[in-house]
């Protein structure tokens, strides 16, 4: 019984640390892809990684299905241009 509750306290630590993983991976790839869109280097980019990484700056996820990322992308504009804009977003365009 005692082996039985280590193995199960085992694989949820283990699962966890693998979910932890996974989340840092989807929002340095965030953080990067945005860096990218908006043509960032040297120490512009420097900054704006820390801060993303630290959590400072909402990135659209790397994991957002491609409406939620194009909505994300709109939020500062309204009316008929951010309706255009997610259109064309949704588009591919």
């Excluded at 420097?46 to 194009?70: D, H, K, W, Y």
């Amino acid at each position: 019984m005692r082996l039985f509750f280590a193995a199960v306290v085992l694989t949820s630590a283990l699962s966890g640390t693998i979910a932890q993983a996974q989340m840092r991976t989807d929002l340095t790839q965030a953080c990067s892809a945005e860096a990218r869109r908006q043509t960032l280097s040297g120490d512009a980019l420097t900054g704006f990684m820390n801060r993303c990484l630290a959590g400072e700056i909402n990135v659209p996820s790397a994991t957002a299905s491609p409406t939620q990322r194009c909505e994300d992308q709109a939020a500062q504009l309204s009316g008929e241009q951010k309706a255009r804009f997610v259109r064309n977003c949704m588009a591919g365009k």
